[in-house]
């Protein structure tokens, strides 16, 4: 399904409409990734939504002998230069001020991470999340710090606020209603995991945020451990929607320990959205998260709280947008 479909898709799903037989594209074969114990090809990436020139991007790294960190920055760069994603890099819907405002990290095989906050002007965040992971005696950088440090890097400083988002902006001025809407529309983080043809595994996850967040507003993305973990050993996993609720159960962690403990991606996914939609007084009818993860062995899964989440996999040869299961069946 082609993103703008996607997205008229999810803002019928969010306006509480009945979804018919002709919004249902999703294979349901594939929706439920089974687990087999079997080692899968390699090299292979995954990515959140419906991002299938990153992952390509990606895979193209891995192929010509890329490592999977080089992979995943290098893909989710591609995102962050495409004006038209309005939760990603250049051309992110702003905070209520009108500041376009990045978040993002970066985790390798050898559990090295870094992470920025708060980036305004420079398109590349996971690239300086990279950069502070590497030439830094730290993990994070936020705000003013994060832009100055990339600015040392050679990074140049740009406005971020396309005349598109501005006016999207504008619009949403009039009432001012902050209210997280349940799909796409703000809800289009990517988080890419890939595993290299020698079996490791990195990952990276970059945002502009929720859309009319509060100024100074963080979410889960460039928090190692909530929108991001890797283990080497074991697996990764990656997250997207409300960063808040991510935050409030270590998600990405969750996800990555739950395969320690012998689920496979797909039930870890699907146990770590339980945590959160499980709650007493959980208000999941109003959000949306969602988590991809994969194993060392790759297999992977996928798993959100509503319908019209999807995951992008490169494997084989085969670049595809895959439709996520998910809990909320009400409707
Ligand atoms: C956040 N998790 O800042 C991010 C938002 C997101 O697609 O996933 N956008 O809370």
Known sequence: MKRRKFIKNAALTSAGLAVGSTLSSCDESKSKEKSTGAKASLPLVIATWHVEAATAKAMEVLQSGGTALDAVEQGCMIEEANEKGQSVGKGGLPDRE??????????DKNGNCGAVVYLKDITHAV?????????????????????????????EPEDLLTEASKEAWEKWKVEAKYKPIINIENHDTIGMLAIDKNGDISGACTTSGLAYKMAGRVGDSPIIGSGLFVDNEIGAAVATGLGEEVVKTVGSFLVVELMRQGKSPQEACEEAIGRIVNKPNSDYKNF????????????????????????????????????????????
């Open 127 to 155: 690239s300086i999340a990279r950069k502070v992971m590497e030439d830094t005696p730290h993990v994070m950088l936020a705000g003013e710090g994060a832009k100055q440090f990339a600015v040392s890097q050679g990074f």
């Open 98 to 107: 009108g500041n376009v405002t990045l978040d993002a990290c970066i985790m």
């Open 288 to 331: 949306q998260v969602g988590y991809i993860a994969v194993n060392k062995q790759g297999e992977t899964g996928s798993y959100s709280i509503h319908q019209w989440f999807s995951m992008t996999k490169f494997q084989d040869g085969i670049n595809e947008q895959i439709q996520s299961d998910y809990f909320n069946k009400e409707n």
